[in-house]
């Protein structure tokens, strides 16, 4: 028998098996400090959870203990041991470590802090006016480190405040003008201090992120990463259709910009073309069958000489009439009279047709 061995009562042999056995039953271990928490209070949230959590306290001693003799069987341990104290409880479960810290926020309620307690968080005084004139306040303030002035007749705090970091023991002088300022730092529930899952330790300032502002986080991720790639043009199956209307709007603007005729801007410039031959005849009060003597007129125009003079007749008082308007036109800045360009191409297209004419009477002989 070795005497230099410690002699380990038999009540803790038990409970260390039965910390053992129970712990590698669940997927998720929680370490949790007690230190604070109503009797009355643990039972309701017992009573709340006992379908998902088990919830079981020890001494801290054994259940480090326990950490390390399941060290190889159960990742993370060693890391989670550090996290024992306080009163220390272990929680277990099987759903994910972050339903398990939401259910245990759900149940905390805030309290007003005393002298000698630990405090759970980091404790601040929030930069703002307080409810009271000037006076000793302002020295009470001063003497725990905070920097006070006076705004519209009552003490204002200037800046926020650490008065308390966590762990450290909240003294009474402290606890007394948290008091008075309406601060209720310290929260009557579990104090969840971390999770292992899988090996992986998930502690208390990633177990009681914000949900909200989580959820804002991921929103404005994914909003910023949409706009850089739609504006380095890096296609994706959510902005594929965008990056291809916007393609299709710069192509059709850089073909007007530069006149160049496209599928799309041909009927644009037909339908332009349109409006500006009515603008003109409209101003030249041309009648309607000047503008009749067309290339298909030509072609459909029967052997009748007398019917192809009087069509040429037609044409030549179109170009004449055409070009003494121009020449009339004179100054070329007058707003009362159509483009030039209007006028050179009905003039072309005067002179075309012409031409056509006398070329099919010069075949007929």
């Known amino acids: 028998m070795n005497k230099n061995k410690p002699h380990i009562a038999e009540f803790k042999k038990e409970e260390i098996n039965r910390l053992k056995n129970i712990i590698q039953k669940y997927k998720v271990i929680a370490v949790a400090d007690m230190t604070g928490m109503p ?35 159960i990742k993370g341990l060693d890391e989670l041991k550090k996290q024992v104290r306080g009163m220390p409880a272990l929680l277990l479960t099987n759903d994910s470590p972050f339903k398990l810290a939401k259910v245990l926020k759900k149940s905390k309620s805030s309290a007003p802090a005393k002298g000698g307690q630990t405090a759970p968080n980091d404790i601040t005084v929030p930069a703002g006016p307080t409810p009271f004139p000037p006076g000793p306040i302002m020295g009470e303030l001063g003497q725990i480190g905070i920097k006070a002035t006076v705004v519209d007749g009552k003490v204002a705090v200037k800046d926020d405040t650490l008065v308390v970091k966590e762990g450290q023991l909240i003294s009474q002088q402290v606890a007394n003008l948290l008091t008075r300022l309406g601060i209720e730092p310290m929260e009557i529930g579990i104090n969840l201090l971390a999770a292992c899952e899988n090996g992986v330790i998930f502690g208390k300032d990633v177990l009681n992120v914000d949900e909200a502002s989580y959820l804002n986080n991921l929103k404005l991720a994914a909003l910023s990463s949409f706009n850089l790639a739609f504006s380095i043009a890096y296609p994706t199956k959510y902005n594929i259709k965008l990056l291809v209307k916007k393609a299709f709007l710069d192509s ?20 332009k073309t349109k409006l500006e031959t009515d603008a003109l005849k409209n101003k030249l009060n041309l009648d309607e069958n000047f503008f009749k003597v067309s290339e298909n007129k030509v072609e459909k125009t029967s052997g009748s000489g007398d019917k192809m003079r009087k069509e040429e007749e037609v044409a030549q008082q179109v170009l004449k009439k055409l070009q003494d308007e121009k020449i009339a036109k004179g100054d070329h800045t007058s707003k009362n009279l159509v483009k030039d360009r209007d006028f050179e191409k009905e003039e072309k297209k005067a002179q075309e047709v012409l031409k056509k004419l006398q070329d099919e009477k010069m075949k007929k002989g």
């Open 252 to 271: 059709d603007g850089l073909a007007n910009s530069k006149k160049i005729l496209t599928s799309e801007s041909v009927k644009k410039e037909i339908g």
């Open 39 to 73: 009797s009355v209070q643990l039972q309701k949230l017992r009573s709340s959870v006992k379908d998902s959590v088990l919830i079981t306290m020890s001494k801290g001693r054994l259940i480090k203990i326990v950490f390390d003799e399941l060290q190889s069987k």
